[in-house]
Every structure is written in C-alpha cells, then in structure tokens.
T-cell receptor
Framework: DAKTTQPPSMDCAEGRAANLPCNHS???????VYWYRQIHSQGPQYIIH???NNETNEMASLIITEDRKSSTLILPHATLRDTAVYYC??????????????FGTGTRLTVIP | KAGVTQTPRYLIKTRGQQVTLSCSPI?????VSWYQQTPGQGLQFLFE???????NKGNFPGRFSGRQFSNSRSEMNVSTLELGDSALYLC????????????FGEGSRLTVL
C-alpha cells in the first residue's frame, strides 16, 4: 500500500473551512484515498473516499489532485465537534485485505472557538 | 439503524488471565474486523472475519484469536494476558469483505494489572 504523509497537527477557527492535506506520492492507479476521523475515546468514523474525481457528501469534500499524488479533505464549516484526529489512508478496493486499514498517526485538528 | 455494539465497554484483568470481547455488527453487515489501539502503536489490525471464516490476520501472537457466528456476531479472545495487552479493542463492521468502508464501535477498554 502507498504510504501517506500528513501534518501532525492543525488549528482551525470555528465556522471556517478546515483543509487537511495528505500526500500519497506513491499511490498506484487502483488505490483509493480514504479519510477517517477519531474523536477522543471513540471509535474511528468513516468520512469519505475517492479514486480520482472529487467527492462530496454531507460531512466533507475530498479533492484529489490530477496526478493523484496528494489530496485535501475539506470540512466546509468547522465546529468544535470536528476536533479529532483525521487519518488519510490509501487502499485498493476489492482486493483481499482491503478492510485491513493502516491508520498511521494522522492529523490532530483542533477547532478553536 | 443500530450501530456496532461492543461489550463490555470496560474491564480489568490480571496477568495470566484470559478475556473474551464481543461485537455485534450493523444489521446486514457480514464482515467484522478487529483493531487494537494503544498510545505507543496506534491503531493496528488484528483480524477480519467474513462468513464465519477468518479472512485476514495482522501481526499478533497466537494468544489473540477470534471467531464469527452465523449471525455475523463476533468474539475475540486474548489468552494469558500480558501488561502490554492493555488497550482499546475496536470492532468494525462492513457490508462486504473488501470495501475499505468500516463502521466502528465504541470499543472495549481492557486494563491488565
């Protein structure tokens, strides 16, 4: 699986957009980008995933660069409840072991009032 | 729709004992994965079950085992507990084996004294 690199921590003002970057320069053509987050003392929560097109759901948007070497998770209007560790993961869908996710250390996002 | 349910939420054991943790997946989900989370190692994959068969296994000793029942409920067992087994054990369910989209429970926090 391709490795991912994320900044260890970020701050964001409440109500502003939070843009969380992820570098995955060795991603292969059939690997998807997944984002999860973990709020303190809770289980990780699936946010979104994509292959090469930008994706949006009720929680966030995922922007993947054209060369697919990096992506950005966007929380459009961050709230205090978005304070969490965010994990960027790359994984091949449909391959045996796709549910074996490597979470890494993630980015600790702190939303400031 | 009920989420993933894990029991017990908290437990304390002593070295040498064994422990069994239970996980009820989301209704209709047939894949159950288990993860261990510690401050030092982060989130690590233990194993995945689908249709009552272990499909994938992480790098953990044989003291860690699991099983899945016909109703997709799963249990994991740790025998001969060591201090280092103190961790948050997370169960995740998924609709299929290889989707990468996991839904996690709140976890079982095990303390080994």
């Amino acid at each position: 699986d391709a490795k991912t690199t994320q900044p260890p921590s970020m701050d964001c003002a409440e109500g502003r957009a939070a843009n969380l970057p992820c570098n995955h320069s060795t991603i292969s053509g059939n690997e998807y980008v997944y984002w999860y987050r973990q709020i303190h003392s809770q289980g990780p929560q699936y946010i979104i995933h994509g292959l090469k097109n930008n994706e949006t759901n009720e929680m966030a948007s995922l922007i993947i660069t054209e060369d697919r070497k990096s992506s950005t998770l966007i929380l459009p209007h961050a709230t205090l409840r978005d304070t969490a560790v965010y994990y960027c993961i790359v994984r091949v869908v449909g391959q045996t072991g796709a549910n074996n996710l490597f979470f890494g250390t993630g980015t600790r996002l702190t939303v400031i009032p | 729709k009920a989420g993933v349910t894990q029991t017990p939420r908290y437990l304390i054991k002593t070295r040498g004992q064994q422990v069994t943790l239970s996980c009820s997946p989301i209704s209709g989900h047939r894949s159950v994965s288990w993860y261990q989370q510690t401050p030092g190692q982060g989130l690590q994959f233990l194993f995945e079950y689908f249709s009552e068969t272990q499909r994938n296994k992480g790098n953990f000793p044989g003291r860690f085992s699991g099983r899945q029942f016909s109703n997709s409920r799963s249990e994991m067992n740790v025998s001969t507990l060591e201090l280092g087994d103190s961790a948050l054990y997370l169960c995740a369910s998924s609709l299929g084996r290889n989707t990468g989209e996991l839904f996690f429970g709140e976890g079982s926090r095990l303390t080994v004294l």
